[in-house]
């Protein structure tokens, strides 16, 4: 009967609903609500295997038809429609054929996979194609959003609810909800406009909008975000209010206005494209005459990916600020006020089944005040760089590794080098040993321009040496027990034996070589140097094992436990300016240990002793717990010897089932000095949360703490107003 699909017809109004607020209420978060459910489910979800709705037939129950009538059909006593998902009951349903018109009596059920609903009374006219229903209540079979409408009329691709409202509150709890005058739905457009639109906080009202347009799909558009509020003592009130612009279906932008009440008016801008074979975004900011330090201030960034074809692409990542002082004045994070170099950089980029070349150029920015100009490392215009590898034979494998570069700078002597290091390796393994002897010979060479201040200096210079290394391991299993459980444990011992010819390379210049932090992958490289302005002497032996407890149920790694350490035959003589020589006899001893008790409760140790010192290179020991309760923390201590002793603690501790404290501190033992600090307190219910927070950190270089005070309100459903969540990932804090 068609009258039948009128009435359907309106009930993809409230499944258009859904769509916009439902996927913002997946949270497993919101699970304090006993029973939200005011309007129960009437039958047992449909199986949607079944195939469309369309496909499926229809059937009309009902305990008494009354079809003698000419001009009326009448279905009397518990009447059931039944369409695939869809079923329909109410207790007395009348046709008019010649008007063709239906009405019902009694109250109207229904329910789909989408949503149930009620509604006191429900008419319709099949020539003017429009439904009509009276008293509507509906219920979203996926969480907790529900609401009401006095009246709703849908008909010629037009849907209107009057008086309606929109909450994810249990219906005798509101502590929110979203009501309107009037909701019309276009369905041609996909678009709905509301009029006298309020957001209500209990019986408050805290946002109105006399008019608002959205969405009625999951498809992108434009309209205003949720405003971020903030203030500190560096920028004093700090609001901000996104406006989503969905320019194209592949192309959209973001404009963010933001006020500062210290400095002025700042406008923020992200432009996003996606296209078959480039995609990338363009963001920026820019504040006109800052009323704290005067002169206007700015950033700007470009990252951008051409796919060529199945081998090459083109990457760039451009990036430029109006000062040395943008991140310590704009920067959210600790990561970010501490950032001391900006970097730019493009290329062309090519990927093998044996080889890798990157054609690419770079320039660094000073970001930081106390760097001096000049102190920024050298551009590279252009670097060129090959690594192809290739086996010829199960136990043969030649390769080469290549780069040339030229460096240029505004203060220092310009220069170009190529690198070229052709090598063979002779892998043999067994089914649980391996050995892999290696040769290769690296060759560098050097074309420098002219040193005003040293006229005598060479201007083309060459470095050339054999590297001779052997690395051999094996691993051992066996079934083991402790502490009642069954493990297979592994013992991995591993040797690594490293030789090259000591070269005097002092008369080289540093470039864009750098000691690289010494860490366990620091056992087994050939050169302890990242760049090829230096290559390490070496006449060395590392020695190192590594047992491993797998659980025997599921394979999962439980407990890991490493020991190494190198030991020099000939003490290494090549260093850079300024560094310090290496030890007499060998490396300091690295170990590491992990332990996982469970997937809520982990514990790491990193520990570097030196011999020839006696004392501790770096120290590390971190944690992570959660229980059940919902007590979450994770701690860290970290050392190194001269130059850092930080603490850091984060916890998630609940108070009750509705509030629950969120707090993190970063603390410098070796400055005596707070990093940063956050602490705050929620309240949530099943269908709103509340967080106040307060954050204190370094933002500024000469160390000047900077403290700011934050709010947050979440609706479940309608998403967050207030400050940035985003402080609590970027902190730590791993509840969130």
Request: negative net charge; charged residues 20%; aromatic residues 14%.
């Amino acid at each position: 009967m068609r009258h039948t699909r009128l009435f359907f017809a309106c009930l993809g109004l409230l499944t258009a609903m859904r769509s916009q607020a439902q996927d913002l209420a997946q949270d497993n978060g919101w699970q304090l609500c006993q029973n939200p459910e005011y309007l129960p489910l009437f039958q047992p979800l449909h199986d949607k295997s079944a195939g469309p709705d369309s496909d499926q037939p229809a059937d009309i129950f009902a305990d008494d038809f009354d079809i003698q009538k000419v001009d009326e059909s009448v279905f009397n006593g518990n009447v059931e429609f039944r369409r695939g998902e869809e079923w329909l009951a109410t207790d007395r349903l009348l046709f008019n054929h010649s008007a063709q018109t239906f009405r019902t009596e009694g109250l109207v059920k229904f329910q789909n996979n989408a949503l149930r609903m009620t509604a006191a009374s429900a008419v319709g006219d099949q020539k003017a194609d429009t439904v009509e229903l009276t008293d509507l209540s509906y219920q979203f079979n996926t969480g907790n959003g529900n609401g009401t409408a006095s009246k709703v009329k849908v008909g010629n691709d037009r849907s209107t609810l009057t008086q309606t409202n929109f909450s994810t509150c249990p219906s005798n709890e509101r502590q929110w909800q979203f009501v309107a005058d009037e909701i019309v739905v276009d369905d041609k457009t996909r678009q709905g406009r509301a009029t006298n639109a309020r957001l209500m906080i209990g019986k408050v009202p805290v946002l109105w909008l006399p008019f608002m347009q959205f969405p009625t799909d999951s498809a992108r558009a434009s309209g205003f975000l949720a405003p971020i509020i903030g203030q500190d003592s560096l920028n004093g009130f700090d609001f901000s209010l996104p406006f989503y612009w969905n320019i194209a279906p592949n192309y959209d932008a973001t404009l963010t206005p933001r006020y500062f009440s210290k400095r002025g008016f700042m406008l923020g801008t992200e432009f996003r494209y996606l296209m078959d074979e480039n995609s990338g975004s363009i963001t920026g900011t820019f504040l006109p005459s800052d009323n704290l330090r005067g002169g206007d201030r700015y950033s700007l960034a470009w990252n951008h990916f051409t796919a060529m074809s199945s081998a090459w692409y083109f990457q760039s990542s451009l990036n430029k600020v109006s000062d040395a002082y943008y991140y310590s004045d704009f920067g959210d994070s600790l990561s970010e006020t501490s950032t001391t170099l900006v970097k730019s950089e493009l290329g062309f980029h090519g990927r093998g089944k044996y080889w890798n070349l990157d054609l690419t150029a770079a320039n660094w920015e000073i970001a930081n005040p106390t760097q001096a100009p000049g102190s920024e490392p050298y551009r590279r215009l252009p670097r060129i760089a090959l690594h192809g590898s290739k086996p010829f034979a199960p136990w043969v494998e030649l390769g080469l590794s290549a780069e040339a570069v030229v460096f240029t700078h505004d203060q220092l002597n310009n220069g170009n080098r190529l690198d070229i290091q052709p090598y063979v390796k002779f892998p043999v393994t067994g089914s649980y040993w391996f050995i892999t002897p290696s040769f290769s010979w690296r060759q560098t060479e050097y074309w420098l321009s002219d040193d005003p201040n040293n006229p005598m200096a060479p201007t083309r210079l060459s470095r050339g040496l054999p590297i001779i290394s052997l690395d051999a391991g094996a691993q051992y299993e066996r079934s083991t027990q402790f502490a009642g459980s069954d493990y297979i444990q592994t013992l991995e011992p591993r040797l690594f034996y490293l030789n090259v010819p000591y070269r005097n390379q002092n008369d080289l210049p540093v470039f864009d070589t750098q000691a690289l932090t010494f860490m366990w992958p620091s056992l087994f490289r050939e050169n302890r140097y990242g760049g090829a302005d230096r290559q390490t002497d070496a006449n060395q032996l590392t020695t190192a094992i590594t047992t491993r407890f797998l659980d025997s149920l599921n394979g999962k790694e439980r407990m890991n436990f490493s020991v190494g350490r190198i030991t020099y035959f000939d003490s290494p003589q090549v260093s850079l300016p300024n560094e310090p020589l290496q030890a007499n006899d060998g490396s300091a001893w690295v170990a590491e240990a992990n332990l996982r008790v469970s997937d809520t409760w982990q514990i790491g140790l990193t520990q570097h002793w030196n011999p020839a010192s006696r004392n501790t290179d770096l120290s590390s020991l971190r944690g992570y717990w959660s229980l059940p309760s919902g007590l979450k923390l994770n701690a860290s201590y970290r050392y190194r010897a001269g130059f850092a002793e930080q603490t850091d603690l984060a916890f998630v501790v609940p108070l009750s089932p509705n509030w629950r404290a969120i707090g993190r501190w970063n603390y410098s033992l070796r400055d005596n000095q707070n990093l940063e600090s956050l602490l705050g307190f929620e309240w949530r219910s099943c269908c709103m949360a509340l967080r106040v927070f307060g954050r204190k950190y370094i933002r500024s270089f000469d160390s000047r703490e900077n403290l700011g005070v934050f709010m947050e309100l979440e609706l479940n459903g309608l998403g967050q107003v207030g400050s940035k969540p985003e402080l609590f990932k970027d902190n730590g804090i791993l509840a969130y």
